[in-house]
């Protein structure tokens, strides 16, 4: 008999990890037996993986059951619809089982000095059907039925070790079958959530199925129901997404479900539980004394899988579970529930949350309680205080006051990270009525600041000078931040010539008696503007202006927003470890206030002085911490920029693999001329230069910009110039690197930075003639200038490149000193093609050597060191494969390419080489 839950799903989608551990308990048949307990919240998959057991178990026996609610109370209801298709074999079973089995499953109960008996029988039972063929037993959401079933089968399933019977038990929690080997069913991660959704809907935006993968809190069920709600226009990312799983979906109508059965008092506690959104015990434990009950009353609600009850906190399954709760009580039920809460939330610190729930219980207009929920939110950030602000425009009075508190509850929402909260807030400003122009204004800055980070760079330099003109005879400081952003969005879309535009409009509101925070802002624009321009003259004191004044800043003039301004300012004077000091600060004050929005902008920085500054590895790590902030804020602009870093630190590294597959994470949504895409580009150029390719690599960098035309991405170009000049020399395309090299030198020149100056010398050197003295003397500057302490990788990239020139001008013994050099340096960064350049050059300079010395975890990528760490502790391919969610054949292709690297041919080797 086989009883399917109230919840399921039709894919297995992100459940590789689950499928391997049902193969193994299956393939363990007949030698060994055993059991397994898959628990997870409802529409994890649960019985989507009870189905794949059946499927794949094809040469065993199998036996099916499930927990049912309904029976929850009647003792043994669950085994008997188990094993009634067993009971013929029962005969078989010695008397005294028998009797038990027979009287028990017939309805007469089992006292508990025949527990032990009736156990017995059952694993008797289950080993005579096993006689003939294996057998696979199920038993779905067994929690939900009666108990005394579970713990027989809990007894069961840890006996079935010397038996040819496997047992598969879900559940909704852990707290059933003690003793079992058990595995959670967690949520799915982005790659798996995008292919269950575009399983049922091809051509589903990649952006958009990251979104709903966020939104389903990655719950497969959740997914399966967005994906039956969704418009044609919400699966291109036109239009907003929804907030949450439908409450008619399966989901929520097997949370329904399970809420119906629930006893009254447990009831009136899990809405107590959804509407207080901070889940403190404390809290409930006094609501819940104050209705005349306790918060044990939840323990029904707990093994129904509706809420876990934990010391420091009581938390919902599911935000679908929190809306069904709510959505199941009616008005008056609510609004008791809100009173209850406020009338025990007494603390000072508590205001806050004891005024929403007053005005949550509050009916009509409330203008005095609307303007207490606007002082009480206060400088609150998170989800309290946009939820005060939007309660307090539902509650006033006044139209205009409404939208005021619109837009300042959208723009708590954006800081907080929440855009299409953001969004949804400022549409309902715009539908209130009639806006306060200053409130209009705030509300275009803020539409564009969205753009800018969400949506279309493009769109969003429009909309940003408007907001500037709106709002700049009311709040100077906002017209100017808007304006500083208009220029970055000119910069993101490669349009840099509109930035005198914005330096002019900048000018013109600038006041000889500007505060800190005005002046670094004006200060920034006219030096970034002077920069793109060439005029380093004008530029770098303008930009040194904006670094200093950014280390001064204090109170409320020091926010994320001028910090990262003055990183900007610093990287394009090339104070490397100050601009990093300043971002990183932009980093921890963004995190300490909760302006979780203004974290993907501030890493970005970050990176790239930390790439300045020779610290490849700390810019990849802080790319990844920004590529996942990015996409968890839905900031899609900045993930390229992350994407596009970690595609060029890969392929500085040499890591092909790592470097395309970050390239096609970019996709094609940047506009062609972005900053992604050109930071993909060069991180393409990067790696037709490590193979030889120079021709290919001199083109796609030369295409990045058209010095001069302020068109295309000419601050990357620049980045790229040292990678494009040595391309464009080994290509013999010297005069395809002048103009390039060209501005380079200009910015160089113009700051006090020793590693931009050894970068400069060495692209002259390259492009002087072979062999000339005005060759060697380039390189031999630049490594005077190459900082001891920084830049390791780019010294090592002269050592080898001067000792490749000597060795061509036929002076092998002065080329070796320097190719050693490079060899060492490269060998201790692990940095494994670039020391077998360095490798080859000594050989053809006459001197014997073999493969380079690097130790084995310093030659592999991350991933394919955990492979090799796996493999030298004894797991198979398929374990491997298992443990690290990849397939089998992926593994394969790793590990050729791991025995490659080393230079080994066995397993054996293997684990030797890592030890």
Same mark, same amino acid.
């Given at each position: 008999m086989v009883a399917a839950s109230s919840v399921q799903i039709t894919g297995l989608s992100g459940r590789d990890a689950e499928c391997a551990a049902v193969r193994r308990l299956v393939d363990g048949l007949p030698d060994a037996g055993g059991a397994l307990l898959v628990w997870g919240e409802p529409g994890a998959g649960r019985s989507v993986l009870v189905g794949y057991a059946?499927?794949?178990?094809?040469?065993? #026996? &199998? !036996?099916?059951?499930?927990?049912?609610?309904?029976? $929850? =109370? %009647?003792?043994?209801?669950? +085994?008997?619809? *188990?094993?009634?298709?067993?009971?013929?074999?029962?005969?078989?079973?010695?008397?005294?089982?028998?009797?038990?089995?027979?009287?028990?499953?017939?309805?007469?109960?089992?006292?508990?000095?025949?527990?032990?008996?009736?156990?017995?029988?059952?694993?008797?039972?289950?080993?005579?059907?096993?006689?003939?063929?294996?057998?696979?037993?199920?038993?779905?959401?067994?929690?939900?039925?009666?108990?005394?079933?579970?713990?027989?089968?809990?007894?069961?399933?840890?006996?079935?070790?010397?038996?040819?019977?496997?047992?598969?038990?879900?559940?909704?929690?852990?707290?059933?079958?003690?003793?079992?080997?058990? #595995? &959670? !069913?967690?949520?799915?991660?982005?790659?798996?959530? $995008? =292919? %269950?959704?575009?399983?049922? +809907?091809?051509? *589903?935006?990649?952006?958009?199925?990251?979104?709903?993968?966020?939104?389903?809190?990655?719950?497969?069920?959740?997914?399966?129901?967005?994906?039956?709600?969704?418009?044609?226009?919400?699966?291109?990312?036109?239009?907003?997404?929804?907030?949450?799983?439908?409450?008619?979906?399966?989901?929520?109508?097997?949370?329904?479900?399970?809420?119906?059965?629930?006893?009254?008092?447990?009831?009136?506690?899990?809405?107590?539980?959804?509407?207080?959104?901070?889940?403190?015990?404390?809290?409930?434990?006094?609501?819940?004394?104050?209705?005349?009950?306790?918060?044990?009353?939840?323990?029904?609600?707990?093994?129904?899988?509706?809420v876990r009850v934990g010391p420091e906190r009581v938390a919902l399954a599911q935000p679908l579970a929190r809306a069904v709760i709510a959505a199941d009580a009616t008005l008056a039920e609510r609004r008791a529930a809100h009173l209850l809460l406020a009338g025990v939330l007494d603390s000072p610190g508590q205001h806050l949350r004891r005024t929403l729930h007053r005005a949550a219980a509050a009916e009509g207009p409330d203008p005095v309680l609307a303007a207490e929920l606007e002082a009480v939110a206060g400088g609150a950030g998170g989800d309290d205080g946009v939820a005060a602000l939007h309660r307090a425009a539902e509650l006033s009075g006044e139209p205009r006051q409404a939208s005021a508190r619109l837009v300042a509850a959208a723009g708590r929402a954006w800081a907080a990270g929440q855009p299409r909260r953001a969004g949804r807030l400022l549409a309902e400003a715009a539908a209130a009525g009639p806006v306060d122009p200053v409130a209009a204004g705030r509300a275009e800055l803020l539409r564009g600041e969205l753009e800018l980070r969400c949506g279309s760079p493009s769109r969003a330099s429009t909309t940003l000078l408007a907001a500037a003109r709106a709002v700049s005879g009311v709040d100077r400081i906002a017209a100017l931040g808007a304006l500083v952003r208009a220029g970055e969005a000119a910069c993101h879309t490669g349009d840099q010539f509109r930035y005198a535009e914005v330096a002019r409009r900048v000018a013109v509101l600038r006041r000889a008696e500007d505060p800190p925070d005005a002046e670094l802002l004006t200060a920034l624009a006219a030096g970034v503007a002077a920069t793109l321009r060439g005029d380093h003259e004008r530029g770098g004191p303008a930009l040194?202006?904006?670094?200093?004044?950014?280390?001064?800043?204090?109170?409320?003039?020091?926010?994320?927003?001028?910090?990262?301004?003055?990183?900007?300012?610093?990287?394009?004077?090339?104070?490397?470890?100050?601009?990093?000091?300043?971002?990183?600060?932009?980093?921890?004050?963004?995190?300490?206030?909760?302006?979780?929005?203004?974290?993907?902008?501030?890493?970005?920085?970050?990176?790239?002085?930390?790439?300045?500054?020779?610290?490849?590895?700390?810019?990849?790590?802080?790319?990844?911490?920004?590529?996942?902030?990015?996409?968890?804020?839905?900031?899609?602009?900045?993930?390229?920029?992350?994407?596009?870093?970690?595609?060029?630190?890969?392929?500085?590294?040499?890591?092909?693999?790592?470097?395309?597959?970050?390239?096609?994470?970019?996709?094609?949504?940047?506009?062609?001329?972005s900053r992604p895409r050109a930071l993909a580009q060069w991180a393409l150029a990067v790696l037709d230069l490590v193979n030889g390719r120079h021709e290919a690599a001199a083109a796609r960098l030369a295409a990045l910009a058209r010095p001069g035309t302020g068109r295309g991405q000419v601050l990357i170009q620049v980045m790229a110039t040292p990678y494009l000049v040595e391309a464009a020399a080994g290509a013999g395309r010297r005069p395809a690197a002048t103009a390039a090299l060209a501005v380079f030198d200009q910015w160089a020149s113009s700051t006090a930075s020793p590693s931009r100056r050894a970068l400069s010398a060495r692209c002259h050197a390259l492009l002087a003639a072979r062999g000339s003295a005005d060759a060697e003397r380039g390189f031999r500057t630049a490594l005077r200038l190459h900082p001891a302490d920084t830049g390791a990788f780019e010294r090592a990239r002269t050592e080898l490149l001067l000792g490749r020139e000597l060795r061509r001008s036929r002076r092998p013994r002065d080329a070796r000193e320097h190719l050693h050099a490079a060899r060492e340096t490269f060998g201790l960064l692990g940095l494994t093609v670039w020391a077998e350049q360095a490798t080859t050059e000594l050989r053809a300079a006459g001197e014997s050597v073999g493969t380079p010395e690097l130790p084995a975890a310093r030659l592999l990528t991350g991933q394919q060191l955990r492979i090799a760490q796996l493999v030298a502790e004894g797991a198979t391919n398929r374990e491997i494969a298992t443990r690290?969610?990849?397939?089998?054949?992926?593994?394969?292709?790793?590990l050729r390419n791991i025995f490659h690297r080393l230079g080994i041919r066995s397993r054996t080797e293997l684990a030797r080489a890592l030890h």
């Open positions: 059946h499927r794949y178990a094809t040469r065993c #026996h &199998r !036996l099916a059951g499930a927990g049912l609610a309904d029976e $929850a =109370a %009647l003792s043994y209801a669950g +085994l008997q619809r *188990l094993l009634d298709p067993l009971l013929d074999r029962a005969d078989a079973l010695p008397e005294p089982q028998r009797g038990v089995l027979r009287r028990t499953l017939a309805g007469a109960g089992c006292p508990a000095d025949h527990r032990l008996a009736l156990s017995m029988a059952v694993l008797g039972l289950l080993a005579a059907a096993a006689r003939e063929r294996p057998l696979l037993c199920t038993v779905d959401d067994v929690d939900r039925g009666d108990p005394p079933t579970a713990e027989v089968l809990g007894f069961v399933a840890r006996r079935l070790r010397h038996l040819p019977v496997a047992m598969l038990l879900t559940a909704g929690t852990d707290a059933v079958a003690a003793g079992v080997p058990r #595995h &959670r !069913l967690r949520p799915l991660d982005d790659r798996a959530g $995008a =292919a %269950l959704l575009t399983d049922r +809907l091809p051509g *589903l935006a990649p952006r958009v199925a990251r979104e709903l993968t966020a939104v389903a809190g990655g719950n497969p069920q959740a997914l399966a129901d967005l994906a039956e709600v969704l418009t044609p226009g919400q699966c291109r990312g036109e239009e907003p997404l929804p907030d949450g799983p439908p409450l008619d979906g399966a989901l929520g109508r097997g949370y329904r479900g399970r809420l119906a059965g629930l006893p009254a008092d447990t009831r009136r506690m899990l809405l107590l539980a959804a509407l207080d959104s901070d889940g403190d015990p404390a809290t409930l434990g006094r609501a819940a004394r104050a209705d005349g009950t306790s918060i044990e009353a939840l323990a029904p609600a707990e093994a129904a899988g509706l040194r202006r904006a670094v200093v004044l950014g280390n001064r800043l204090t109170g409320p003039a020091l926010t994320p927003a001028a910090l990262t301004g003055a990183a900007v300012a610093g990287l394009l004077v090339a104070v490397d470890s100050v601009a990093h000091r300043l971002a990183e600060r932009a980093v921890e004050l963004a995190g300490a206030r909760g302006e979780v929005s203004a974290l993907p902008r501030a890493l970005e920085l970050r990176a790239i002085a930390e790439y300045w500054l020779g610290r490849h590895e700390a810019a990849a790590d802080t790319s990844r911490e920004g590529l996942r902030v990015a996409r968890d804020t839905g900031q899609v602009n900045s993930a390229g920029v992350h994407l596009g870093m970690l595609a060029v630190l890969a392929a500085v590294r040499a890591d092909r693999e790592t470097s395309l597959c970050r390239i096609r994470e970019i996709g094609e949504a940047p506009a062609p001329h690290m969610f990849l397939s089998t054949r992926t593994v394969d292709h790793h």
